[in-house]
């Protein structure tokens, strides 16, 4: 009896932090941006249109596809009213291949990272983190 208790508890409390890590970006975040001006580290996006292709990206809720490169979100976890910690895989498109190398996968096609999402007056912001 004891030892079913504590499995209960052990997968009701696994389901709970799976359930939180599935969070869903806010509409507001989906659809096209175009990139910014922006310091190193932090790619911010307008709503819209861009000029130049190469520096759109089309959101969704299942990840978002720049001109180099598709990525899939692999978690997503609300971190605060308006902060998103997106866990994510990208897969660099063909004609691209060979102008990315990430060192530690020792892959040119493929790339895994994590990003915080947010959007401040309008504007989306992107923000890589280093692993830890």
């Not at 292709?53 to 605060?80: A, H, W």
């Not at 897969?91 to 990272?113: I, Q």
Request: negative net charge; aromatic residues 10%; charged residues 35%.
């Amino acid at each position: 009896m004891k030892k079913t208790l504590l499995t209960g508890i052990a997968a009701l409390l696994l389901w709970q932090e799976a359930a939180h890590a599935n969070d869903k970006l806010p509409e507001a975040m989906i659809g096209r941006w175009c990139l910014e001006d922006s310091p190193v580290g932090l790619d911010t996006y307008k709503r819209g249109k861009c000029e130049f292709e190469r520096l759109e990206v089309i959101m969704r809720q299942e990840g978002f596809e720049e001109i180099d490169n598709k990525c899939v979100f692999r978690t997503i976890k609300r971190t605060s009213e308006e902060i998103y910690l997106v866990r994510l895989y990208c897969d660099v498109k063909e004609e691209y291949r060979g102008k990315y190398a990430p060192k530690e996968e020792g892959n040119e096609h493929y790339y895994e990272a994590t990003k915080e999402f947010e959007i401040i007056d309008g504007l989306l912001h992107m923000r890589g983190l280093s692993e830890q």
